[in-house]
T-cell receptor
Framework: GQSLEQPSEVTAVEGAIVQINCTYQ??????LSWYQQHDGGAPTFLSY????GLEETGRFSSFLSRSKGYSYLLLKELQMKDSASYLC???????????FGAGTRLAVHP | DVKVTQSSRYLVKRTGEKVFLECVQD?????MFWYRQDPGLGLRLIYF???????EKGDIPEGYSVSREKKERFSLILESASTNQTSMYLC???????????FGEGSRLTVL
């Protein structure tokens, strides 16, 4: 079977750093992606890790440990506009088929 | 810019009606997907297609069918809508294995 676990909610202060964790169990691993989704909007791609280690894109970084079935998304210099849901997703079975977690709602406060 | 267009943003249908949700992408992507999104459950894969006329079941295909007659278009069909199919439906497309899906804006379906 396949499962992904994320915290349901995280809160942080503007300008701070926040880490959102994702643990997964899957047969046939094809990489892990992170998406951002604002209320009423479509998910938008943030990052992709196929191999262990850290990937950085601007204020966002994503880390993967395949042996531990673990990933995190790190958001630096938080802004109010970062308030959104963050979804982790694992590739399973090829063809870019992604299985999503339930998402973590991030609330950024002044 | 990559664009995935879903035909309707909001639909209201009655139980038993046949419902068509249309999705068109303009990026010449091989793969297309239909997900539904419900509070607390996240996105769940209904069906996907990796080529014209090719389709594969996702995790929750019951009550749904799909059609892909042209590369750019992927349709989701509810043969006989039921109230438990009230949901947000999201279409996505992608090139081959990159981890990146491009989503449409979603179609919110209410079945009464």
């Amino acid at each position: 079977g396949q499962s992904l676990e994320q915290p349901s909610e995280v809160t942080a202060v503007e300008g701070a750093i926040v880490q959102i964790n994702c643990t997964y169990q899957t047969s046939g691993f094809y990489g892990l992606s992170w998406y951002q989704q604002h209320d009423g909007g479509a998910p938008t791609f943030l990052s992709y890790n196929a191999l262990d280690g850290l990937e950085e894109t601007g204020r966002f970084s994503s880390f993967l440990s395949r042996s531990k079935g673990y990933s995190y998304l790190l958001l630096k210099e938080l802004q109010m506009k970062d308030s959104a849901s963050y979804l982790c997703a694992v590739g399973s079975g090829g063809y870019n088929k992604l299985i999503f977690g339930a998402g973590t709602r991030l609330a950024v406060h002044p | 810019d990559v664009k995935v267009t879903q035909s309707s943003r909001y639909l209201v249908k009655r139980t038993g009606e046949k419902v068509f949700l249309e999705c068109v992408q303009d990026m010449d992507h091989e793969n297309m997907f239909w997900y539904r999104q419900d509070p607390g459950l996240g996105l769940r894969l209904i069906y996907f297609s990796y080529d014209v006329k090719m389709k594969e079941k996702g995790d929750i295909p019951e009550g749904y069918s799909v059609s892909r007659e042209k590369k750019e278009r992927f349709s989701l069909i509810l043969e006989s809508a039921s109230t438990n199919q009230t949901s947000m439906y999201l279409c996505a497309s992608s090139p081959r294995t990159t981890g990146e899906l491009f989503f449409g804006e979603g179609s919110r379906l209410t079945v009464l």
